[in-house]
C-alpha cells in the first residue's frame, strides 16, 4: 500500500545524501542515569516555566540495548538546551519488554515517553488495550510524515484503530552484509554479489580457517532479519514476498521453505560461529567487530553499534544480487515510534520531546546517533555507508512486517517469533516451521 511513496521518500532523502557527498535472555540494561528513581511516578519537576524552559527529569526507556546511543545524544543535545532538565534513559530486551512495560505501568510506574516498533509486533496494540498509552492526536504534528495528510509507511505503524498513539523514529531499516576489509584483503576475498560466489567464499574461508558469519540466536528477531535477507538473493524469494503481500503465499511455499533450507545449510556447513547460538545483538556485533568473523549479515540501525564496538574497525558493506535477475532488493520496514504514558507525572516534559521528534532536527540528532538510513527527505544521512546500505534496485517489505496481513483470527506473528529459536537449535525442522506458521495464516487462499 505504502510501496511507491516508500520508493519516493527513500529515493529523495538518497538524493539530498548523495548530493552532500556524504533497529536477549530477559536481562535489563541501563545507560548511565545521574541519580534518582527512574518511575515515572515517583519522578518529580516536569514544568515548563515562563521563559519556556523545562526542568525535573524525562524517563525514556528503549527496547533494545543498542539503542543506548539514544540516550547518550538526547542527554547531549537537552544538556545545552534544557540544563535543568534531566534525561534517564534505560534499555530493555525485545522479548521482555511487553512484560516489562505492563508490569511498570500496572504499578504506576514505568516511563514517561517509550519507544516501540509501532505495530509491527503486538506490542503497542497490546499496552493501548490496558489503557496504559496516551493518545498524540492532538498533541503531535505529523506533518514531517505525512506531507498530504495521509499516513506512509513510516507513520502508519503509530496508529492503532485509526488513533496516533506514536511520532515516529522516521529511518528506512533493511539489512545488508557488514564485512571486514583487512580480513578480506589479507586473504584476497573479494565482495561478489553473487550467491553461488558468497557460498564459495565462505566455503573457502572455513578452509582457511576463518570464521564466515555471526548472527545473535538467542533473538527471534537477528534471526529472521538475515531470513529476509536471503530471501532477496535466492531465485523465487522475491516474488515469495510480494504474493505474500497481496495474500496468495503461505510459509510453507516452496521458494519461502527453499530459503530456509538454504539458511539451514549456511548453518549446518559451518558459517556461523559456534558462540552465535549464546549471542545477543551486542555480543554479536562484538564478536564481528573485534575480528571474531569476516562477516555479520544483521540491520542497517546497528551501523553506530559496529562502528562503537571497535572505533578501528576497517570494515564496509554490501549486498548480494538475486540469483535469478541479478537485482538487489533490499527488505525495507519503518523502524519505531515514541510514545507517552499514561500516567507520566512528567506530562510537559514528555510532550516536549514528543514535539521536538516532530521536527527535522530531532530526526537528525535520532538518525546521526544510530547512524540509519533516512525515510524522509529533510534527514540526510550522517555517514555515506548507511547511504550505500539504504541504495538497491528494488524495495520489498520485510517478512515479519507482512504476516499479520495473512492472518484473520490467527497468529502467525506469534509462531513466528517463537519457533525461530527452536529452528536455530534444531528442536524443529524446516517443514515443521513453515507449517506451523501457515496454520496461522487463515487469510490466504
Known amino acids: 500500500m505504502f510501496k511507491k511513496l516508500l520508493a519516493g521518500l527513500l529515493a529523495a532523502s538518497l538524493v539530498l545524501s548523495l548530493a552532500s557527498c556524504n533497529n536477549g535472555g530477559g536481562e535489563t540494561s541501563s545507560t548511565e542515569s545521574t541519580g534518582g528513581d527512574s518511575s515515572a511516578a515517583e519522578s518529580t519537576g516536569g514544568n515548563e516555566g515562563g521563559d519556556g524552559e523545562y526542568s525535573g527529569t524525562l524517563t525514556i526507556w528503549e527496547g533494545d540495548p543498542t539503542r543506548a546511543v539514544c540516550g547518550d545524544a538526547y542527554k547531549a543535545y537537552f544538556a545545552e538546551k534544557y540544563p535543568n532538565l534531566e534525561i534517564k534513559m534505560e534499555t530493555k530486551t525485545e522479548d521482555t519488554y511487553q512484560s516489562a512495560l505492563s508490569s511498570a505501568f500496572g504499578a504506576n510506574q514505568g516511563p514517561d515517553v517509550f519507544w516501540n516498533w509501532g505495530t509491527k509486533n503486538g506490542i503497542l496494540e497490546s499496552i493501548v488495550a490496558e489503557d496504559y498509552v496516551m493518545p498524540l492526536t492532538d498533541i503531535a504534528d505529523m506533518s514531517l510524515f505525512e506531507k498530504d495528510g495521509e499516513k506512509t509507511m513510516i507513520s502508519n505503524i503509530c496508529y492503532v484503530d485509526d488513533t496516533l498513539y506514536g511520532v515516529p523514529t522516521a529511518a528506512i531499516d533493511t539489512r545488508t552484509i557488514y564485512y571486514n576489509k583487512d580480513i578480506f584483503e589479507q586473504h584476497g576475498y573479494k565482495p561478489s554479489t553473487s550467491l553461488a560466489d558468497f557460498e564459495a567464499m565462505c566455503d573457502q574461508m572455513l578452509a582457511d580457517g576463518i570464521i564466515p558469519l555471526t548472527v545473535a540466536a538467542t533473538e527471534f528477531s537477528s534471526l529472521f532479519h538475515v531470513y529476509d535477507f536471503i530471501l532477496c538473493a535466492v531465485e523465487g524469494g522475491p516474488q515469495f514476498v510480494k504474493d505474500t503481500e497481496a495474500g496468495t503465499a503461505k510459509m510453507n511455499d516452496p521458494r519461502g521453505v527453499a530459503a530456509l533450507e538454504k539458511y539451514m545449510s549456511w548453518k549446518d556447513k559451518g558459517y556461523f560461529s559456534t558462540a552465535s547460538t549464546g549471542n545477543d545483538a551486542s555480543a554479536a556485533v562484538l564478536e564481528f567487530a573485534q575480528g571474531g568473523t569476516a562477516m555479520i549479515i544483521c540491520g542497517s540501525w546497528l551501523l553506530s553499534n559496529v562502528k562503537s564496538a571497535n572505533e578501528s574497525l576497517n570494515f564496509d558493506v554490501y549486498k548480494l544480487a538475486n540469483e535469478e535477475d541479478n537485482k538487489t532488493y533490499s527488505c525495507v520496514t519503518a523502524n519505531g515510534a515514541y510514545s507517552i504514558a499514561a500516567n507520566t507525572q512528567n506530562l510537559d516534559n514528555a510532550k516536549m520531546f514528543i514535539n521536538w521528534m516532530c521536527t527535522a532536527e530531532a530526526q537528525k540528532t535520532w538518525m546521526d546517533a544510530m547512524n ?71 487469510a490466504v487462499k
Open 372 to 442: 540509519s538510513v533516512p525515510g524522509i527527505p529533510e534527514v540526510e544521512a550522517a555517514d555515506p555507508i548507511a547511504t550505500e546500505i539504504g541504495t538497491s534496485d528494488e524495495q520489498i517489505s520485510g517478512y515479519y512486517e507482512l504476516l499479520s496481513g495473512t492472518a484473520e483470527n490467527g497468529t502467525p506473528n506469534k509462531v513466528y517469533e517463537e519457533n525461530w529459536v527452536p529452528l536455530w537449535n534444531g528442536q524443529i525442522t524446516v517443514q515443521q516451521f513453515g507449517d506451523a506458521v501457515s496454520e496461522q495464516q487463515d
